[in-house]
């Protein structure tokens, strides 16, 4: 029994899901000011790691999510700006690395899509219900009155 669990504990602890997993990521960086520090966790929990692809590279703990911490380290204490810092992971890793991507000409539907969608949409309600009020308000023939008067005199069985 011991021997089983061994080996499970072995095959998950070398499993290539492994190394992209949220086990606690602990790194300590001595900034030199408050500042730096919450724009390196901001910045942090904002940039998906390449490698893992569903996890930003704080909670990572593949080899190319800690290169990216230091590299993000390196470069505030630098003095670059976030936008210096995005522009430069966009550059070496894509737009994928961004979770949330900027606008451009490749990402415009992407960020258009959502209010294209409710435009449709309320268009789509405001025909149905304009369609729906133009069938109710017709007016009723006089035969349409005798039936419907015929329809409430006749017992209910």
Not at 47 to 56: D, G, I, S, T
């Amino acid at each position: 029994m011991v021997a089983v669990r061994a080996v499970i504990l072995v095959l998950l602890y070398c499993s290539p899901w492994a190394v992209c997993n949220t086990w606690a990521v602990v790194e300590t960086y001595d900034f030199s000011s408050p500042d730096l520090e919450r724009r390196y966790h901001a910045l942090s929990q904002e940039l998906r790691c390449p490698k893992c692809q569903n996890q930003n590279i704080a909670d990572s703990n593949a080899p190319i999510a800690r290169d990216l911490r230091v590299v993000l380290f390196e470069q505030l204490e630098a003095g670059a700006s976030d936008d210096e810092i995005l522009a430069f992971m966009v550059a070496r890793y894509g737009e994928f690395v961004r979770y949330r991507p900027g606008m451009d000409r490749n990402t415009v539907l992407l960020w258009a899509a959502p209010g294209l969608l409710l435009a449709l949409g309320a268009l789509g309600l405001f025909i149905h219900f304009r369609q729906r009020s133009a069938e109710v308000s017709t007016a009723l023939t006089d035969s349409d009155k005798a039936e419907i008067e015929r329809l409430l005199r006749e017992p209910r069985v």
